[in-house]
Nanobody, 121 residues
Framework: QVQLVESGGGLVQPGGSLRLSCAASGRGFSINAMGWYRQAPGKQRELVAI???????NYADSVKGRFTISRDNAKNTVFLQMNSLKSEDTAVYFC???????????????WGQGTLVTVSA
């Protein structure tokens, strides 16, 4: 079984920065794509950024130029550096990973518990 543990959320003023981290733990698996999603109050969950194992990235238009996703494959960890934060970035941020069970070759999706990011003066 694979677990994702997020950290780094909190309260920040508009224009400020935060860095989110998400580490995958467990045995007998490898991690393919990893990503960050967010869900604001009253809204649907949306993709923020995604990164493949090879390092290719994709971002939501709303965060391009402000957020950067990166990963450490050796540690099964993904990061989200968020700069120039705006009030509309306020949301619960969820880590997501596509894991591959090594023995059976079965791919499955894993979600973290979410971390709250609040952008407010």
């Amino acid at each position: 079984q694979v677990q994702l543990v997020e950290s780094g959320g909190g309260l920040v003023q508009p224009g400020g920065s935060l860095r989110l981290s998400c580490a995958a733990s467990g045995r007998g698996f490898s991690i393919n794509a990893m990503g960050w999603y967010r869900q604001a109050p009253g809204k649907q969950r949306e993709l923020v950024a995604i990164i493949t194992r090879g390092g290719s990235t994709n971002y939501a238009d709303s965060v391009k130029g402000r957020f950067t996703i990166s990963r450490d494959n050796a540690k099964n960890t993904v990061f989200l550096q968020m700069n120039s934060l705006k009030s509309e970035d306020t949301a619960v941020y969820f880590c997501n990973a596509m894991a591959l069970e090594t023995m059976r070759g079965r791919q499955f999706e894993v979600w973290g518990q979410g971390t709250l990011v609040t952008v407010s003066a």
